[in-house]
Structures are given as structure tokens and as C-alpha cells.
């Protein structure tokens, strides 16, 4: 059975799945992550209409709000409790959605990003609608794991519709060509956040995660779409020696990195970079870069970066640990360094 024939099946009892506790946790999420007025929002694979009337509360029914399923006839009930405002139904596949480039400042995905047959063109397509600077929230009132036991325990067309692990699903929305990546997986919720560049740094970002993996660099640093810096070497030293040297030329550069700690993390913050893309990143990173508003994403996020033998921190991020300064992180580094 495929998709769409399914979902016609399961609408007529769809909206008795959502028990109080739940509606009451994607209210949470929605109030949480939903205020500007006059957004177009898409709610992509917006069923029975469960997240309609939470958006227009979260926006005072000021904002264009376009509903879209592949069934239909989630799509009919939708219709019949008869909300008010500017609402677009709209039944189309997620790979195929009929709307223009940039329309949407937000695109809502609650309780459907499993069920993409093929996530990863669905992402590019859902960025394609995504306006610069927009966001694309993937949300859920229960856990991972939850969510694919669930599907798992229903079987059959919906049997293997999972969500991915963070590692992949950072990988998914980087890969998409978005940024500024966030994921939760709490007990009781599920979030995953990205946004779509506003275009000034795009190719800047592109040109250094393309070079670093096709020479197999440690770093390249990129500016203008010109390297302004790379390094076969891994590591700190390297990236503080090129700090040092550039000073004030690296404000608003781009920097891939196979490997950011916090201390390379706080080194960008530090120079005034303004994007980075990491193969791998600790999580002390990520929040440090996310907290000074630089765009990030990382194909895989891990607690912490280790030391060569893998069984303790590797000494920069031991040293950084309790740091949050960019210039007490610099000034540490240096002595550390015996500069």
C-alpha cells in the first residue's frame, strides 16, 4: 500500500491519536518557536489541521498559512472545521511542492518527516520554498526512539518510517545545503531546526567544505570565494598561527574544519568568522558558535572532542571547558601554546 493510500485510510480516525498531553506539548513547541505575525508558513504534511489553530494563536491570525498533505482526505476533514483566516489547503507530494522559490518564511513538519519516502529531495525541495534566513522546524511531542517503535509496532506501509539519529539527521539538513542546525531528542519532544542561508556566505561556506574534502585538509578558510588559508594539519596550532598572521582579514570568512572543539569554536568567534562547517564537532562547539550567532553545521556532533588514545578529553577542550570568553579563550591558548 503505498503512501497516500494509507494516510486516505487512517483520516477518519487520525484526529482521535492526539491525546490532550500531546496537543498540549506541540503548543508548547509552536508558542515556543512561532511569533512574527505576517509569515507565510507551510505546514507540510498537515493532516486532519492538528497544528492550524496553534500556529494562528502563536501569530494572532495575522499570518498566510498553507496546509499541505498527499491525502486527500486528511485534507477534506482539515477543511470542515472551518478555520478562519488566510489558509491555502493544498494536496501535493513533498517532492513536488507547487509553490514558488522563497515563498515561506517557516515550514512546519510535525509528526511527518518520517514518513518521506526520499528525505533527502524533500529537504532540497523544502529549502528551495524557504525564504533566506527561513526555517525549517522537524518536531514531534514524543522521542526518537519512541516514534520508531511506534511505527515499527503498526507495521506494515509505515513499518520502516523512521527518524534518523542526529548524526545522520545533521548530515540530511547540511547536505541539503542548510545551516545553523539544531537537534533534541528529550523524552517527552523531538526538534530538529535548520535555516536557510541568506545567500551572502553560501558560496564561501560551499568553496571551503568542498576543498577541504576533495584535497583532504585539515582547514581551509575562504573569503570572497578565495582561500585565504588551509592547512594539511589538524589541529589548533595551526588554525591560532593562521589567527595570528590574518588578524582582521578573517572577519566574515568561512571555515571548513574536519575536527572543531571549543577551542577551535571560540578561536572563530575570536577572528570573527562568520561560518563553519566541521566534520566532526563537539557539542560545547556547536553551542558556542550557535550562542554567537554563526552559522554551523556539522556532518557528525559528538560530546566531546577526545584525546589520540580516545580515553579522555583532548587537551584544548579540557582547557576550554569552563571557558565561554573569546579573548580569555585566545589569550589561554597562547600561553598554552608557549607563544
Given at each position: 500500500?503505498?503512501?497516500?493510500?494509507?494516510?486516505?485510510e487512517?483520516?477518519?480516525?487520525w484526529?482521535?491519536?492526539?491525546?490532550?498531553?500531546?496537543?498540549?506539548?506541540?503548543?508548547?513547541?509552536?508558542?515556543?518557536?512561532?511569533?512574527?505575525?505576517?509569515?507565510?508558513?507551510?505546514?507540510?504534511?498537515?493532516?486532519?489541521?492538528?497544528?492550524?489553530?496553534?500556529l494562528?494563536?502563536?501569530?494572532?491570525?495575522?499570518?498566510?498559512?498553507?496546509?499541505?498533505?498527499?491525502?486527500?482526505?486528511?485534507?477534506q476533514?482539515?477543511?470542515?472545521?472551518?478555520?478562519?483566516?488566510?489558509?491555502?489547503f493544498?494536496?501535493?507530494?513533498?517532492?513536488?511542492?507547487p509553490?514558488?522559490?522563497?515563498?515561506?518564511?517557516?515550514?512546519?513538519?510535525?509528526?511527518?518527516?518520517?514518513?518521506?519516502?526520499?528525505?533527502?529531495?524533500?529537504?532540497?525541495?523544502?529549502?528551495?520554498?524557504?525564504?533566506?534566513?527561513?526555517?525549517?522546524?522537524?518536531?514531534?511531542?514524543?522521542?526518537?526512539?519512541?516514534?520508531?517503535?511506534?511505527?515499527?509496532?503498526i507495521?506494515?506501509?509505515?513499518?520502516?518510517?523512521?527518524?534518523?539519529?542526529?548524526?545522520?539527521?545533521?548530515?540530511?539538513?547540511?547536505?541539503a545545503?542548510?545551516?545553523?542546525?539544531?537537534?533534541?531528542?528529550?523524552?517527552?519532544?523531538?526538534?530538529?531546526?535548520?535555516?536557510k542561508?541568506?545567500g551572502?556566505?553560501?558560496?564561501?561556506?560551499?568553496?571551503?567544505?568542498?576543498?577541504?574534502?576533495?584535497?583532504?585538509?585539515?582547514?581551509?578558510?575562504?573569503?570572497?570565494e578565495?582561500?585565504l588559508?588551509?592547512?594539511?594539519?589538524?589541529?589548533?596550532?595551526?588554525?591560532?598561527?593562521?589567527?595570528?598572521?590574518?588578524e582582521?582579514?578573517?572577519?566574515?570568512?568561512?571555515?571548513?574544519?574536519?575536527?572543531?572543539?571549543?577551542?577551535i569554536?571560540?578561536?572563530?568567534?575570536?577572528?570573527?568568522?562568520?561560518?563553519?562547517?566541521?566534520?566532526?564537532?563537539?557539542?560545547?562547539?556547536m553551542?558556542?558558535?550557535?550562542?554567537?550567532?554563526?552559522?554551523?553545521?556539522?556532518k557528525?556532533?559528538v560530546?566531546h572532542?577526545?584525546?589520540?588514545?580516545g580515553?579522555?578529553?583532548?587537551?584544548?577542550?579540557?582547557?576550554?571547558?569552563?571557558?565561554?570568553?573569546?579573548?580569555?579563550?585566545?589569550?589561554?591558548?597562547?600561553?598554552?601554546?608557549?607563544?
Amino acid at each position: 500500500m503505498n503512501q497516500r493510500r494509507y494516510f486516505n485510510e487512517v483520516a477518519p480516525r487520525w484526529d482521535s491519536l492526539l491525546d490532550e498531553e500531546s496537543l498540549a506539548k506541540l503548543g508548547q513547541i509552536v508558542n515556543s518557536l512561532v511569533s512574527k505575525p505576517n509569515d507565510t508558513i507551510l505546514d507540510m504534511g498537515s493532516g486532519t489541521g492538528a497544528l492550524l489553530s496553534l500556529l494562528q494563536d502563536a501569530t494572532g491570525k495575522g499570518s498566510r498559512i498553507i496546509p499541505l498533505d498527499i491525502s486527500e482526505n486528511m485534507l477534506q476533514i482539515a477543511r470542515g472545521k472551518d478555520f478562519e483566516g488566510d489558509i491555502n489547503f493544498i494536496q501535493a507530494d513533498t517532492c513536488a511542492i507547487p509553490l514558488f522559490d522563497e515563498t515561506c518564511d517557516l515550514v512546519m513538519c510535525y509528526s511527518v518527516f518520517p514518513h518521506f519516502g526520499d528525505k533527502p529531495r524533500a529537504l532540497v525541495e523544502l529549502k528551495r520554498v524557504l525564504r533566506p534566513n527561513g526555517r525549517l522546524v522537524i518536531c514531534h511531542t514524543k522521542s526518537r526512539e519512541e516514534i520508531n517503535e511506534i511505527h515499527r509496532h503498526i507495521g506494515g506501509t509505515v513499518a520502516h518510517d523512521v527518524l534518523p539519529d542526529e548524526t545522520e539527521m545533521r548530515a540530511l539538513l547540511a547536505d541539503a545545503g542548510l545551516d545553523r542546525i539544531e537537534v533534541s531528542d528529550e523524552p517527552d519532544r523531538y526538534l530538529a531546526i535548520a535555516r536557510k542561508s541568506d545567500g551572502a556566505l553560501m558560496p564561501d561556506l560551499e568553496i571551503a567544505r568542498q576543498i577541504l574534502t576533495q584535497d583532504a585538509l585539515g582547514f581551509v578558510i575562504v573569503k570572497s570565494e578565495k582561500v585565504l588559508a588551509s592547512s594539511r594539519e589538524q589541529g589548533v596550532r595551526p588554525f591560532f598561527d593562521v589567527i595570528v598572521n590574518l588578524e582582521e582579514a578573517l572577519s566574515r570568512a568561512a571555515v571548513a574544519d574536519r575536527v572543531v572543539g571549543k577551542a577551535i569554536a571560540l578561536l572563530s568567534i575570536y577572528a570573527g568568522i562568520d561560518a563553519v562547517y566541521a566534520h566532526l564537532a563537539s557539542k560545547p562547539a556547536m553551542k558556542s558558535l550557535e550562542e554567537a550567532s554563526i552559522r554551523v553545521s556539522a556532518k557528525q556532533v559528538v560530546p566531546h572532542i577526545l584525546n589520540r588514545e580516545g580515553i579522555d578529553l583532548c587537551p584544548f577542550e579540557k582547557l576550554m571547558y569552563n571557558v565561554s570568553d573569546p579573548d580569555e579563550a585566545f589569550s589561554s591558548i597562547k600561553t598554552f601554546l608557549g607563544e
